[in-house]
């Protein structure tokens, strides 16, 4: 077993470090809102009080944050994780923060620290239940030590070396974002056109975005939204995709369109809800009224 430290416990980053516990694994715990370390530490996970702390004298350092930004934070402020690293320890990142940062972290890490991307797809269900698909970027060398740490979340993908496993999941979030939207303008056609919703809800449940359909339905119909996967990061997944610092720049027009939709939902209130709270903003802005998402 792995002694291990796990910085970022948001509602992805509990269930992952609690599954590496329940695996066996020695964990010391780090969150900028240090409340949120107290379920950890109630199963017998240590707390630091800084990410250096966490890092001292760990196997690897698992980093789960919301963004490039808080992820520069937690590596490079004062007391960030860059100044504990020791030679051979690794540094996994599962955060969603694209290969740009990815390529700017790894210049700056010690060259004998091993740096590791392998962001998720799945949400919290999947994270409980140790069903994610983890897209790593990394040597080969460096995968076969992270394989079995990672196997305890999900079914970890080789899919390239450093840098990409943040560039897939970027792919992957981008067909995401576009088939919510899909979804969204969908029923605002269906309703247009006088289509009844749940008779169009069974039709699209079996068309290409089916598993979209299916799987956000009941906060369709509810009208309510609560917090899987956050708006505001899946905003963030749609601007990694489409800002001018991308590279290489290329004309995603359907990026671009979606990118647009998840500002509007965000300008609506909605950046803390499920990225589905979209499919209410384009249903709003179709009929012109404009009811807040809950
Ligand atoms: P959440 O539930 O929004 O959690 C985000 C985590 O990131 C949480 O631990 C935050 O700490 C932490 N965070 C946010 N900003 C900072 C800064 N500036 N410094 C340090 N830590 C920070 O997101 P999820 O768990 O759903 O998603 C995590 C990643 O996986 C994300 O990249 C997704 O796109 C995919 P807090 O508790 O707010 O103090």
């Given at each position: 077993?792995?002694?291990?430290?796990?910085?970022?416990?948001?509602?992805?980053?509990?269930?992952?470090?609690?599954?590496?516990?329940?695996?066996?694994?020695?964990?010391?715990?780090?969150?900028?809102?240090?409340?949120?370390?107290?379920?950890?530490?109630?199963?017998?996970?240590?707390?630091?009080?800084?990410?250096?702390?966490?890092?001292?004298?760990?196997?690897?350092?698992?980093?789960?944050?919301?963004?490039?930004?808080?992820?520069?934070?937690?590596?490079?402020?004062?007391?960030?994780?860059?100044?504990?690293?020791?030679?051979?320890?690794?540094?996994?990142?599962?955060?969603?923060?694209?290969?740009?940062?990815?390529?700017?972290?790894?210049?700056?890490?010690?060259?004998?620290?091993?740096?590791?991307?392998?962001?998720?797809?799945?949400?919290?269900?999947?994270?409980?239940?140790?069903?994610?698909?983890?897209?790593?970027?990394?040597?080969?060398?460096?995968?076969?030590?992270?394989?079995?740490?990672?196997?305890?979340?999900?079914?970890?993908?080789?899919?390239?070396?450093?840098?990409?496993?943040?560039?897939?999941?970027?792919?992957?979030?981008?067909?995401l974002?576009?088939t919510?939207?899909?979804l969204?303008?969908?029923?605002?056609?269906?309703?247009?056109?006088?289509?009844?919703?749940?008779?169009?809800?069974?039709?699209l449940a079996e068309s290409p975005i089916g598993s979209t359909a299916r799987s956000k339905r009941?906060?369709?119909?509810?009208?309510?939204?609560?917090?899987?996967?956050?708006?505001?990061?899946?905003?963030?997944?749609?601007?990694?995709?489409?800002?001018?610092?991308?590279?290489?720049?290329?004309?995603?027009?359907?990026?671009?369109?979606?990118?647009?939709?998840?500002?509007?939902?965000?300008?609506?209130?909605?950046?803390?809800?499920?990225?589905?709270?979209?499919?209410?903003?384009?249903?709003?802005?179709?009929?012109?009224?404009?009811?807040?998402?809950?």
């Open positions: 077993m792995a002694k291990l430290a796990f910085l970022g416990l948001g509602l992805m980053g509990t269930p992952m470090a609690t599954r590496l516990l329940e695996a066996g694994h020695d964990i010391t715990v780090w969150n900028r809102t240090s409340a949120k370390t107290r379920p950890l530490v109630d199963q017998g996970a240590s707390a630091a009080s800084s990410p250096a702390e966490a890092v001292a004298g760990a196997d690897a350092a698992i980093t789960m944050v919301a963004t490039p930004q808080a992820l520069e934070q937690v590596l490079f402020d004062d007391d960030g994780v860059l100044g504990a690293l020791t030679p051979g320890q690794r540094l996994i990142d599962m955060s969603t923060v694209g290969p740009e940062m990815i390529r700017s972290v790894a210049t700056r890490l010690p060259s004998h620290v091993t740096l590791i991307d392998a962001p998720v797809r799945g949400g919290i269900p999947e994270a409980i239940a140790g069903r994610l698909l983890i897209y790593v970027g990394a040597s080969q060398e460096a995968f076969d030590f992270a394989q079995p740490l990672l196997a305890s979340l999900g079914t970890p993908h080789h899919v390239g070396g450093p840098g990409a496993g943040a560039a897939t999941k970027i792919v992957v979030n981008l067909i974002g576009v919510i939207t899909a969204g303008e969908a029923l605002a056609l269906g309703d247009t056109l006088g289509l009844d919703r749940r008779t169009l809800l069974d039709i009941a906060n369709v119909e509810s009208g309510t939204y609560p917090p899987g996967f956050k708006l505001r990061l899946a905003l963030k997944d749609l601007r990694l995709v489409t800002e001018p610092t991308a590279q290489p720049r290329q004309d995603l027009r359907l990026a671009a369109a979606t990118c647009s939709w998840l500002e509007q939902a965000a300008q609506a209130g909605a950046d803390d809800l499920d990225y589905s709270a979209v499919v209410a903003t384009i249903l709003a802005a179709s009929t012109g009224s404009s009811p807040e998402p809950s």
